[in-house]
C-alpha cells in the first residue's frame, strides 16, 4: 500500500538525514484535505527538532527526497509542518487492474489458531427484546463479522439470563394473575406475554409499597418487604432448591420466551454459534467462589455472605453469595467466563454489554485475577452507549420500552410508504416489492445503529433513518443500486476481460480509486477499534464521492470506447465494495430499486 511505502521512505530519509530512529508505522500518512492540493500528506512536525529546521523547511528537504527515492510521488507541497504529495494516477491504476476482480478484497485470510469469542445479546426471559437489545446485537454481529474479514476465528455466543430474582417476579405474576394465559390462547409472541406479567409484577409492588407507607411504613422498609416482593424472593430460594413445582413453571414460560426470541433474531438477521444459559453457569461460578474462599481468597461475613475485598484495587467488596447461598450476576460471570476459557482456549473474550456495566467487568477481571485465573486479562469490555427516542429514555418495568418487533414492522411501514411515494418500485412484482421493503427498513435500522460509534449515546429517530439522501443506509443502497442498472443498460456485465492500465484519469475519478484504496485500511481500523461506525461512514463517503462523480461525468454516454469501459469497471468495483463493506453491516444491498 502507497501509505507504507511512503513511511517507510520517510523513516529512513528523517533516520539518514537527521539522526533519528523511528518506526514506519509511528510516521503519520492522511489523506491531503481537500482545500489543499495533492492525495497523502505526511505530518513532519515530529522531526522538526532533529532536522533542527523549520517545518517548512523540514518539509521541504523531505519531500525533495521522497521525489527522488519514491516513483508514485510526483510532486508535493509544504503548508506549515504539512508535507502533500501528489501520487502517480498510474499507481491506482495498477491498483484497479490487480484487485477489481476480487471478490474478497479488503479482507484478510485467517491466519489465527485460537479463536476470539464474543459476547453480544444477552437477554432476560422476563421481557421481549427491545431498542437497546437492537444495537447490541447488531453492534455485536457486525464486530464479530469484522474481526472475521480481519482474519481472526471468532465464535459469536449468546449467555441467556434464565434466572434469578427478575425471572421469578414475571412467573410470580403470572402465576397470581395470569388465569391460563398462553400465547396460544391469547395469540401473543411468547416474550411479549412474559414481559407484560413483569411490568404487573412491578406495577403491583407500587401499590403495595404506597399502601404501607401510607399506613406508617417508611419508604425504604417498605421497598424491601412489600409481600409480593417477600413472594418473589421466597420462589427464587424455592427455584435454586429444585422444586419441581416452579422448576416446571420456569421451563414453560422460558420455553414460550425463547421461541419469541428465535423469531426476533431471525428479523435482525443476527445468529450465534454457541448459547449459554445462566441457570448452567451459575453453579459453576458457585463452585468457583466456594473455592476461592476455602482458598483465602475470599472473605465469608457474619450472615455467611461472600466477599471480594477488592479495596486493594482502588474499588470496594463485591458479594459473590448471599446470606441465603443464593448467587449475583457477578457469580454467574464468573463461571460463564471459565466455561468458555476452558471450550475454546480463546485469545481474547469480549463482552458486548451497555456502559453501565463498565464497572461490572472492572471487578470481574479483578476478581478472576484475584482467584488465580492468568487468563483473566484476555477478557476485554465493548462498552456502547444508550440509545434513547426522542420522546426520552425506556424502562421495562414501566412498559415504557421500544418493542424490536414493533420497531422493526414499523420501519418496513415507513419504508413502503417512503418508496411508493419516490416511485422507486415500478414494474416491481407485489413479492420482489415486499423484499425491497424489508431490505430498505432492516437498512435503515441498521445503519443509523452502525453508524454511530459505539461508545457515544445515540438518539434514535425512525423517519430519519429511511431516507433517501443523506448519510443513511437507503442512500447507500440505491447508489449500488444505480450502479448495477448502470451496468446492465451498458450491456457490458462482463467486463473482467479489459485492462485499463492506460487510461488517463480525472480527479474525480482519481478521488473514487483512493477511497477503494483505502478500504482495506478502514478494515483493519474497524478491527483494531471494534467499531462498525468507521465502515458504515466509509461506505457513505464512497457512495456520496461515486454520486458526484456520476452527476459530473459521462459513462453511458461518453464516445471513446475504452475510457467508457474503464468508468464502467471503475462503477462495477465501487459497487462491490459497497457490497463487502455493507454486508460487514449486515446489510443487504438491492440490484434494483
Not at 66 to 89: A, H, R
Not at 188 to 197: I, M
Not at 352 to 372: A, S, W
Not at 516 to 543: E, M, R, T, W
Request: glycine share 6%; aromatic share 10%; hydrophobic share 40%.
Amino acid at each position: 500500500m502507497i501509505e507504507q511505502t511512503i513511511s517507510q521512505h520517510t523513516a529512513s530519509i528523517v533516520n539518514e538525514a537527521f539522526g533519528l530512529t523511528i518506526e514506519p508505522a509511528s510516521i503519520q500518512v492522511q489523506k491531503t484535505l481537500k482545500d489543499f492540493e495533492g492525495n497523502l500528506t505526511v505530518v513532519v512536525f515530529p522531526f522538526v527538532k532533529a532536522a533542527k529546521k523549520s517545518p517548512e523547511q523540514t518539509g521541504q528537504f523531505i519531500g525533495e527526497k521522497l521525489m527522488e527515492v519514491c516513483k508514485e510521488v510526483t510532486k508535493f507541497n509544504v503548508v506549515k509542518g504539512f508535507l502533500n504529495l501528489e501520487i502517480d494516477s498510474n499507481y491506482y491504476l495498477n491498483f484497479l487492474e490487480n484487485n477489481r476482480k476480487d471478490s474478497r478484497f479488503g479482507f484478510s485470510k485467517s491466519t489465527k489458531e485460537q479463536p476470539i469469542v464474543l459476547e453480544y445479546s444477552s437477554p432476560n426471559t422476563n421481557k421481549p427484546l427491545h431498542l437497546g437489545h437492537i444495537r447490541n446485537n447488531l453492534l455485536g454481529w457486525s464486530v464479530a463479522e469484522i474481526l472475521k474479514a480481519n482474519g481472526n476465528i471468532v465464535k459469536k455466543v449468546n449467555l441467556v439470563n434464565d434466572r434469578g430474582i427478575h425471572i421469578c417476579k414475571s412467573m410470580l405474576a403470572w402465576e397470581l394473575f395470569g388465569n391460563g394465559e398462553t400465547p396460544e390462547n391469547t395469540r401473543l409472541k411468547g416474550d411479549h406475554l412474559v414481559g407484560k406479567y413483569y411490568v404487573k409484577f412491578d406495577q403491583v409492588l407500587k401499590s403495595q409499597v404506597a399502601e404501607m407507607v401510607a399506613n406508617g411504613t417508611e419508604l425504604e422498609v417498605a421497598e424491601k418487604t412489600a409481600p409480593i416482593l417477600l413472594e418473589a424472593q421466597e420462589m427464587l430460594r424455592q427455584w435454586e432448591a429444585g422444586d419441581e413445582k416452579i422448576r416446571r413453571l420456569w421451563e414453560m414460560m422460558n420455553s414460550w420466551v425463547y421461541k419469541g426470541f428465535d423469531e426476533t433474531y431471525q428479523k435482525m438477521g443476527v445468529d450465534f454459534d454457541k448459547i449459554y444459559y445462566e441457570s448452567e453457569t451459575y453453579i459453576l461460578g458457585k463452585e468457583i467462589a466456594i473455592k476461592g474462599l476455602s482458598d483465602g481468597h475470599l472473605v465469608q461475613r457474619d450472615d455467611s455472605s461472600v466477599w471480594a475485598d477488592l479495596r486493594d484495587d482502588g474499588l470496594d467488596e463485591k458479594i459473590l453469595l448471599r446470606s441465603d447461598g443464593t448467587s449475583v450476576y457477578m457469580t454467574q460471570d464468573l463461571g460463564t467466563a471459565k466455561l468458555r476459557h476452558d471450550e475454546f482456549n480463546a485469545e481474547k473474550m469480549i463482552y458486548v454489554v451497555g456502559n453501565e456495566q463498565n464497572y461490572h467487568f472492572d471487578v470481574l477481571k479483578i476478581v478472576l485475577r484475584k482467584l488465580g485465573y492468568a487468563w483473566a486479562d484476555s477478557i476485554s469490555h465493548l462498552s456502547y452507549g444508550m440509545v434513547e427516542l426522542p420522546e426520552g429514555k425506556m424502562k421495562s418495568r414501566e412498559g415504557t420500552v421500544v418493542d424490536a418487533d414493533d420497531l422493526i414492522e414499523n420501519m418496513i411501514e415507513t419504508a413502503k410508504k417512503t418508496t411508493e411515494e419516490l416511485g422507486k418500485i415500478d414494474n416491481f412484482e407485489s413479492d420482489e416489492a415486499n423484499a425491497l421493503y424489508h431490505t430498505i427498513a432492516l437498512g435503515a435500522l441498521k445503519y443509523f445503529i452502525l453508524k454511530v460509534d459505539p461508545v457515544k449515546n445515540m438518539l434514535f429517530n425512525p423517519n430519519e433513518s429511511i431516507d433517501f439522501n443523506g448519510n443513511t443506509g437507503p442512500f447507500i443502497q440505491y447508489t449500488h443500486a444505480r450502479i448495477r442498472s448502470l451496468i446492465k443498460r451498458s450491456g457490458l456485465e462482463n467486463l473482467d476481460e479489459k485492462t485499463f492500465a492506460d487510461s488517463s484519469v480525472l480527479d474525480k475519478e482519481k478521488q473514487i480509486l483512493m477511497l477503494l484504496h483505502d478500504f482495506p485500511n478502514v478494515v483493519k481500523q474497524a478491527g483494531d477499534n471494534c467499531s462498525p461506525a468507521l465502515i458504515a461512514n466509509y461506505a457513505f463517503d464512497l457512495a456520496k464521492e461515486f454520486n458526484g462523480f456520476y452527476q459530473d461525468i459521462p459513462v453511458l454516454k461518453e464516445d471513446d470506447q475504452t475510457l467508457r469501459e474503464f468508468r464502467l469497471a471503475l462503477s462495477k468495483f465501487t459497487a462491490d465494495v459497497l457490497k463487502n463493506a455493507l454486508g460487514l453491516l449486515g446489510i443487504t444491498v438491492p440490484e434494483r430499486m
